[in-house]
Every structure is written in structure tokens, then in C-alpha cells.
């Protein structure tokens, strides 16, 4: 896809091991520091530092439960160090590339539509096994059977 239409690369921002003097700040209050930039939001996902360089990813939602598709969270990233809130990178414009990336994980589970596409979309992936056990039962029927029924005759 980046060949055709090139992807947006958006840049995290990175936690300051210099910052790392005193005591590092608890999950409450770095939860409580990211809500103060999202009142009134729910905290959807805690993203932990995997490294000394990343920082603590809270993503926030105005439903609840969380949607699926997690487009509509927001992001507040602080340093895992002094719990201060990181400036992200500014996004650029999407690309066709971007809209199609996006597109790509709700039309694999069907979760773009309501109950009706979700329904074609459960009856569509069963129909490889329906087709496959049918397929197993008629051969069985039509080429191992008759053989096999001549074996047990006397």
C-alpha cells in the first residue's frame, strides 16, 4: 500500500530518563494527571512503557463500553519519569493509503454495518467449513463407500 499511496507516519513521543531523579509516580496519579486533559472521559486502554525511552499511553473514550475499532480514542502520553503530559507529533493529512489501512480491520470482522452485515458476515465465514464438511460427506458417499461396501460383503 505505501508504494501506491504513501502511509502517515506519526512519530511517539519519548519519555526523559534524565527526569528520573525522584520517585516515579503511581499508576493513580498518572491515571489522574491524563484525566485532567480528558474530563468527563473514560479511560479506555493503559498502554505500559516498554522501554526506558517510552512513555505511558492513556487512551480516553466518551462511550462505554469502548468501540471496537478504536477509532474514536483519544491518546495522552506522559512521561513515565515525572508524569508530565508529552506533546505529540502533529498529524499530517490522510492519504488515500491511510483511509484504505483503515479500512482493512473493520471489513475483516464486519463491524462497519449493523446486525445485518454482521449476519452475512458470520454466514459468509462459515460457509468455507459448511462447504468443506459437504464436500468431505458427498465423496465419502459417492467413492469410499461403494468400495467399502465391497470389502464387507462375503
Do not use: C, K
Request: aromatic letters at 8%.
Amino acid at each position: 500500500m505505501n508504494r501506491v499511496s504513501p502511509l502517515t507516519i506519526s512519530r511517539t513521543p519519548a519519555s526523559d530518563a534524565t527526569g528520573a531523579a525522584g520517585p516515579r509516580p503511581t499508576w493513580g496519579t498518572l491515571i489522574e494527571r491524563a484525566r485532567e486533559h480528558e474530563p468527563g472521559a473514560f479511560v479506555a486502554r493503559v498502554v505500559l512503557a516498554a522501554t526506558d525511552a517510552s512513555p505511558i499511553h492513556i487512551l480516553f473514550s466518551d462511550e462505554r463500553p469502548t468501540p471496537v475499532d478504536g477509532a474514536a480514542l483519544r491518546s495522552v502520553y506522559l512521561d513515565q519519569f515525572t508524569g508530565a503530559r508529552l506533546a505529540e507529533s502533529p498529524r499530517g493529512r490522510s492519504t488515500v493509503g491511510d483511509t484504505v489501512m483503515a479500512w482493512v480491520a473493520p471489513l475483516h470482522v464486519g463491524n462497519f454495518g449493523g446486525v445485518g452485515v454482521r449476519l452475512v458476515w458470520f454466514v459468509t465465514g462459515l460457509a468455507p467449513t459448511v462447504l468443506g464438511v459437504s464436500g468431505l460427506v458427498l465423496w465419502w458417499l459417492r467413492v469410499v463407500a461403494p468400495r467399502w461396501s465391497r470389502f464387507r460383503t462375503p
